[in-house]
């Protein structure tokens, strides 16, 4: 079983940045999808990024090259993280990640995914 845990949440001014991380444990190297979802007050759950097998990535369309995903691997522990850059009010929520071994459909449809961490909040003030 694949088990996440998210760090890296905070309060910032808009324009600011911040890096969330995303420690993934129990994880199989072969056939995954490793994603960030976000949902803000009163808003459905939405996808950020994600980033598959292969090194291909997708974003939102909301991202507009404002953020990037990573993966990192290292002493046995993979590492997904999210930078994100320029950051507005409306980027606020709490942002999760999210693992499954195969997907069919759209890659950023929460739907799909089978292992989710508890979240990291991000707060932008105007």
């Known amino acids: 079983q694949v088990q996440l845990a998210e760090t890296g949440g905070a309060s910032v001014q808009a324009g600011g940045s911040l890096k969330l991380a995303c420690v993934v444990s129990?994880?199989?190297?072969?056939?995954?999808?490793l994603a960030w979802f976000r949902q803000g007050p009163g808003k459905e759950r939405e996808g950020v990024a994600v980033?598959?097998?292969?090194?291909?990535?997708?974003?939102g369309s909301f991202v507009k090259g404002r953020f990037i995903i990573s993966q990192e691997n290292a002493d046995a522990k993979t590492t997904v993280n999210l930078q994100l850059n320029n950051l507005t009010p409306e980027d606020t929520g709490i942002y999760s990640c999210?693992?499954?071994?195969?997907?069919?459909?759209?890659?950023?449809?929460?739907?799909?995914?089978?292992?989710w961490g508890q979240g990291t909040q991000v707060t932008v003030s105007s």
């Open positions: 980033i598959w097998n292969n090194g291909q990535k997708t974003y």
């Open positions: 999210a693992a499954t071994q195969t997907l069919s459909g759209w890659v950023l449809d929460p739907r799909h995914y089978t292992d």
């Open positions: 129990g994880y199989n190297w072969n056939w995954r999808y």
